[in-house]
């Protein structure tokens, strides 16, 4: 997405209000917006010479949808929802697996071979080719996540929406999230990194690699191929010391040994588990 798209400017008319809201143009623009979003053609997000660019446009897009759209009566099956935007169909011809009870709206994009175990993906999410997205995992608005991902069960993946200009949250190729992982506000989980079960990146969370003779404190990233685990360290109050909430950096990926398998190798030598 580099350059100016064709709708950009229509949805920038409609968000200021030079063109209103009703306009059938508008209508239009943003219906559009919604569908190519959904098929992968625009995205919210993409990194560009390295560097992750939001598409502001995008966003208000999926805002100016939200007001479009009255909410109605659904049906799937035997379950019934009032809402106001579609359920995501036509697995079969995107070549996507999706168990029963798996939510995903319309307007996120799901490449071929992803798998949703029961979970749910937001719109404007993007869940890139191979993805796991396992059990009571979910995807928020805007997300961003790669090819060959495992996201395992109970992961919380936020979604950031609002403010117009906030990266969503990241999840890059490669990378294994452990079970009941937290990531929310923006953070970037780069290509092969993997989190251990239950850490909680926020970002303000320090993110600090202990593996060399001093710390090195990350904040809203995580470093390419990095084995993370949750951690405290102290820190002094009014009625006491107490430990606050770290992630540490505690190994390297090899980018010769399997995701699983280096995962565990490098958890086991500290005594942990990876969970999945």
Same mark, same amino acid.
């Given at each position: 997405?580099?350059?100016t798209?064709?709708?950009?400017?229509?949805?920038?008319?409609? /968000?200021?209000? =030079?063109?209103?809201?009703?306009?059938? =143009?508008?209508?239009?623009?943003?219906?559009?917006?919604?569908?190519?979003?959904?098929?992968?053609?625009?995205?919210?997000?993409?990194?560009?010479d390295?560097? /992750?660019?939001?598409?502001?446009?995008?966003?208000?897009a999926?805002?100016?949808y939200?007001?479009?759209r009255?909410?109605?009566?659904?049906?799937?099956?035997?379950?019934?929802?009032?809402?106001?935007?579609?359920?995501?169909?036509?697995?079969?011809? #995107?070549?996507?697996?999706?168990?029963?009870?798996?939510?995903?709206?319309?307007?996120?994009?799901l490449?071929?071979?992803?798998?949703?175990?029961?979970?749910?993906?937001?719109?404007?999410?993007?869940?890139?080719?191979? =993805?796991?997205?396992?059990?009571?995992?979910?995807?928020?608005?805007?997300?961003?996540?790669?090819?060959?991902?495992?996201?395992?069960?109970?992961?919380?993946?936020g979604?950031?929406?609002?403010?117009?200009?906030?990266?969503?949250?990241?999840?890059?190729?490669g990378?294994?999230?452990?079970?009941?992982?937290?990531?929310?506000?923006?953070?970037?989980?780069?290509?092969?990194?993997? #989190?251990?079960a239950?850490v909680?990146?926020?970002?303000?969370?320090?993110?600090?690699?202990? =593996?060399?003779?001093?710390?090195?404190?990350?904040?809203?990233?995580?470093?390419?191929?990095?084995?993370?685990?949750?951690?405290?360290?102290?820190?002094?109050?009014?009625?006491?010391?107490?430990?606050?909430?770290?992630?540490?950096?505690?190994?390297?990926?090899?980018?010769?040994?399997?995701?699983?398998?280096? #995962?565990?190798?490098?958890?086991?030598?500290?005594? #942990?588990?990876?969970?999945?």
């Amino acid at each position: 997405m580099i350059g100016t798209h064709p709708l950009q400017e229509r949805i920038g008319a409609a /968000w200021e209000g =030079t063109t209103p809201l009703a306009d059938p =143009t508008t209508i239009a623009a943003v219906e559009e917006a919604i569908e190519l979003l959904d098929s992968g053609a625009i995205r919210v997000a993409s990194k560009e010479d390295g560097v /992750w660019t939001v598409h502001e446009w995008v966003k208000k897009a999926i805002l100016l949808y939200f007001r479009l759209r009255p909410v109605e009566r659904m049906e799937a099956g035997v379950f019934e929802y009032s809402d106001k935007i579609a359920l995501k169909h036509g697995y079969a011809k #995107l070549g996507v697996r999706v168990v029963p009870p798996a939510v995903a709206r319309r307007g996120c994009h799901l490449s071929p071979g992803v798998v949703m175990m029961p979970s749910y993906v937001n719109i404007g999410a993007r869940v890139g080719a191979r =993805t796991m997205v396992d059990t009571w995992a979910t995807v928020g608005s805007c997300a961003q996540v790669g090819d060959d991902v495992h996201l395992s069960g109970g992961v919380g993946i936020g979604g950031v929406l609002e403010p117009l200009q906030a990266t969503p949250v990241i999840v890059e190729d490669g990378a294994f999230v452990g079970s009941r992982c937290i990531v929310v506000e923006g953070v970037v989980v780069e290509e092969r990194a993997v #989190l251990g079960a239950g850490v909680v990146l926020t970002a303000s969370t320090p993110i600090v690699d202990v =593996t060399g003779p001093e710390p090195v404190e990350h904040r809203g990233r995580v470093p390419a191929g990095s084995v993370v685990i949750p951690g405290t360290r102290p820190k002094r109050f009014p009625a006491g010391e107490y430990g606050t909430p770290v992630a540490l950096i505690i190994g390297r990926r090899s980018p010769a040994t399997d995701l699983k398998v280096s #995962l565990n190798e490098v958890l086991r030598e500290h005594g #942990l588990s990876a969970g999945s």
